[in-house]
């Protein structure tokens, strides 16, 4: 059983087990505080994701299937999570910035034609959302063309 001091001093039974209480609040402050930051890009991550998890794997499965398969699904919403956010913040995106973003840390999963189709799939994306509000989970692929 454990013992407390109350405000007046005098020792009494515990029996709300407030040690464990103070426990957890000892070390609150070791948990991260939601910043500004935090706040902004988890606006952008709707913005850009509108329907949250169901779009991401949308795109997630289109990467995997331009790269037939040949990454891990974790790794392939990596770079499609990364690769929209770098294309709808980047003023002028055309290949050669895709290609400088992705050489970063995965351009070894691409072959030209893959960087092609990744490029076309990304600004597929750009257009039907900014022109017609559709999110990823819209857009179908019809032979080599995306449509919404």
Request: charged share 25%; hydrophobic share 35%.
């Amino acid at each position: 059983m454990l013992r407390k001091l109350d405000v007046s001093g005098q020792c009494k039974n515990d029996t709300n087990n407030s040690k464990t209480k103070i426990n957890m609040g000892l070390f609150d402050f070791l948990k991260p505080k939601k910043t500004e930051l935090d706040d902004n890009l988890s606006q952008l991550l709707k913005a850009f994701f509108p329907k949250g998890e169901t779009d991401i794997n949308a795109g997630t499965n289109e990467l995997l299937l331009i790269l037939n398969n040949s990454i891990d699904k974790n790794e392939a919403r990596n770079i499609f999570v990364k690769s929209v956010s770098m294309s709808r913040v980047t003023s002028n995106f055309d290949k050669e910035r895709l290609v400088k973003h992705l050489s970063g840390y995965c351009l070894q999963h691409f072959n030209e034609q893959q960087l092609d189709k990744f490029f076309n799939y990304l600004t597929a994306l750009t257009v039907a959302m900014k022109v017609h509000g559709s999110s990823p989970v819209e857009i179908k692929r019809d032979g080599d063309a995306y449509v919404w």
